[in-house]
Structures are given as C-alpha cells and as structure tokens.
C-alpha cells in the first residue's frame, strides 16, 4: 500500500477569524503518515492562542516576523520532511477527512498529484467550482491562459520543488508550480474535489500588481509574444464567464 509522507503547511498572519476552519480540516484527516507546520507571522489578534489550543497535533509551530507570505511559505518549506508538500493556508480546507487518503489511493508514486477546488465565501458557503477547471491532463503548458490548478489542490513530490521565488509578492505560486510541473513526469488527476478555497486575498486586493507579476511569470515560462495573444484569448474567455453569468442571474 503506497503510503508517502506529507507535509502540510499553513502559513497565517492576523487570521483569528479563519485559521481554526484550517487546523480542523488538516489534524483532522484520516491519513496517518503526515506532519504539519504552521508558520505564524507573529500575529497579535488571538490567531497564535487558537494555534496552541491545538499545538499538540502540529508538528512543527513557527511564530516570527517575516518578510511576506513567501518567506514564510519558504521557511515551511525548509522545514518539510515529507515526500510530498501541500500549501493550506489559513482560510483554505482541505475538501474532507478522507482526501488526503484518497488523493494517494489514486496511483502510486506520482510526481504530482491534482484535483478540483470548491469555491467558498468568508461564512464557509460554498460558491461552486472555480471558474478555471482543473484540465483532463496537466502539464506545465497548462497555465497558459491562467492558473487552471489552485495552489490548495495540488501534491508535489518535494524533490521537484525549490524556494518560491522572492521577486513576486503575489504570484509566486504560479512560478513555483510551474518551475515543479516542467521536471514531473507522472502527473495523477485524481478527478475529485480535494480543496476548498477562501475567496479573496491579497493578489484579489492588490488586483492590477498581480496581473503584473502574472504577466511576468507567463513571458518567462512561455514567451513574450504567446503570452500577449494568450492574454487577449483570457480576456474574451473572461469577458464570456461573466457575460454568461450575468444572464444566468438576471
């Protein structure tokens, strides 16, 4: 029976009102052969006391100053001794008791593994699937025309992975998946919802410096001139899904 090692790690600063939704659903899980570690930012609102309540199923606990969400992902990702990593941070599930088990029940030894993720509001109600589906069959050239994985719905094997890259404040999960995805060659879609996700969030908050960073990332990964076509197909693909909606509401 293939039964890897996972890391799993939350990042929080500040996040009294989400973090335990977090911690439930990761101690939670029915998967026994997993460590997880939280790395706090030092927070001064009650987030730290919720963590200690339950610091006793953490592996590993971290509460410190950094220098942004990626220095403290990076610090988790030191410390992860797991064959595999997973990103939950605070405010985002993992979708339910039985996933982790079932994403490795899937196939064995894969590079990496993926899934759907559930869409959910700051009261925990769902809002339907992302709007980008997960494809059939991932490969790096998958992001093309955005990030069709969420960064909450995706298993690496940890030897394919490197530090996220500080130059991005925003959109350094997009560069670390795909830097990931370029070395795998045994990638699973395990055909289920293994997430859910906090709408929201800073790249929502500051919007335009995202899709700069995005825009970025995508010339390096793809080029310059594909990616400025790609760009205009997202933005009628985009202009599609809310005209759709739109009347679907109405």
Do not use: C
């Not at 993992?94 to 899937?106: L, P, Q, R």
């Not at 069959?137 to 069709?148: A, L, P």
């Not at 670390?176 to 996700?197: F, S």
């Not at 906090?198 to 919007?207: A, F, Q």
Request: proline share 2%.
């Amino acid at each position: 029976m293939f039964r890897p090692k996972l890391s799993v790690i939350t990042v929080v600063y500040n996040n009294v009102r989400d973090i335990e939704r977090t911690l439930f659903s990761v101690i939670n899980q029915t998967y026994d052969n997993l460590e997880y570690i939280v790395i706090d930012g030092q927070s001064t609102d009650g987030t730290l006391d919720i963590i200690r309540r339950h610091e006793d199923l953490i592996t590993k606990l971290i509460s410190e100053k950094d220098q942004g969400i990626y220095d403290a992902m990076n610090k988790g990702l030191a410390l992860a001794t797991g064959d595999y990593v997973l990103f939950m941070n605070s405010g985002d599930e993992i979708y339910s008791k039985e996933t982790v088990a079932n994403v490795f029940a899937t196939a064995d030894n894969a590079d990496i593994y993926y899934g759907e993720t559930e869409m959910i509001d700051s009261n925990g109600n769902s809002l339907g699937r992302r709007r980008h589906e997960a494809p059939e069959q991932f490969t790096w050239r998958d992001f093309k025309y955005g990030m069709s994985i969420s960064h909450q719905a995706i298993y690496i094997k940890k030897s394919l992975t490197q530090p996220y890259n500080s130059q991005y404040q925003l959109s350094a999960d997009i560069d670390w998946i795909l830097q990931a995805a370029k070395k795998a060659r045994h990638i699973v879609n395990v055909h289920a919802y293994v997430a859910k996700y906090l709408v929201g969030g800073m790249s929502k908050k500051k919007h335009r410096q995202s899709l700069l960073e995005r825009f970025s990332i995508m010339r390096k990964h793809y080029g310059l001139m594909p990616t400025a076509i790609n760009h205009v197909i997202i933005a009628f693909k985009l202009g599609g899904y809310w005209l759709k909606h739109r009347r679907t509401n109405d």
